[in-house]
């Protein structure tokens, strides 16, 4: 079975340049999570969705940042203007809504803003 | 506001010997706890998950237990081989889907 497909991989791109990562959950699965993972801050909830609702998006850091689920399929986290201080792995990871299933996680998006 | 913690930060072992890695958390009014290992320049693998009624789950030289009243998870892995070698993330999952990650516990097994 496909795994949480993120892309692209690498992203490097200059202050100011907006960025879109990109997310596909693993089919059937009603939650999709965004997190970010920094050295300081280790990895933060920015926000989820339940059947393409965004439910608590208190993580999402400032208002440059947005984020997407136009269908069961597919989400975008998008920063706009992107900052170097957003540098930082971005990952989403997608769940079943019941309390006894875990988090699956995609390989990430290694983000860097020069 | 729920804090987790791990100890150690980091740990290096020689192949075979049994360890215990330890995760921490402040408030108790959690749904379950997760444990993930993650590679170098990958995302997180789920190891084991524990439920707040449960008291430990085992899968093959994993075996994880939980007691919540006291705030503390423990990863135990028997024999352990440098494949072993990874960092290993606790979280916990408050009420609605909320979730909070401990920093990490990075493990070296040497051959």
């Known amino acids: 079975d496909a795994g949480v497909i993120q892309s692209p991989r690498h992203e490097v791109t200059e202050m100011g340049q907006e960025v879109t990562l990109r997310c596909k959950p693993i089919?059937?699965?009603?939650?999709l999570f965004w997190y970010r993972q920094t050295m300081m801050r280790g990895l933060e909830l920015l926000i989820y969705f339940n059947n393409n609702v965004p439910i608590d998006d208190s993580g999402m850091p400032e208002d440059r940042f947005s984020a997407k689920m136009p269908n069961a399929s597919f989400s975008t986290l998008k920063i706009q203007p992107s900052e170097p201080r957003d540098s930082a792995v971005y990952f989403c990871?997608?769940?079943?809504?019941?309390?006894?299933?875990?988090?699956?996680f995609g390989d990430g998006t290694r983000l860097s803003i020069l | 506001k729920q804090e987790v913690t791990q100890i150690p930060a980091a740990l290096s072992v020689p192949e075979g010997e049994n360890l215990v890695l330890n995760c921490s958390f402040t408030?108790?009014?959690?749904?379950?706890l997760q444990w993930f290992r993650q590679d170098p320049g990958k995302g997180l693998t789920s190891l084991l998950l524990i439920q707040s009624s449960q008291r430990e789950q085992t899968s093959g030289r994993l075996n994880a237990s939980l007691d919540k009243s006291s705030g503390r998870s423990t990863l135990y892995i028997a024999a352990s081989q440098p494949g072993d070698s990874a960092t290993y993330l606790c979280?916990?999952?408050?009420?609605?889907?909320?979730?909070?990650f401990g920093p990490g516990t990075r493990l070296s097994v040497l051959p």
């Open positions: 979280a916990v999952r408050l009420p609605g889907q909320n979730f909070v």
């Open positions: 990871a997608s769940s079943l809504g019941t309390v006894s299933q875990p988090q699956h």
């Open positions: 408030d108790s009014a959690i749904y379950n």
């Open positions: 089919s059937g699965h009603d939650y």
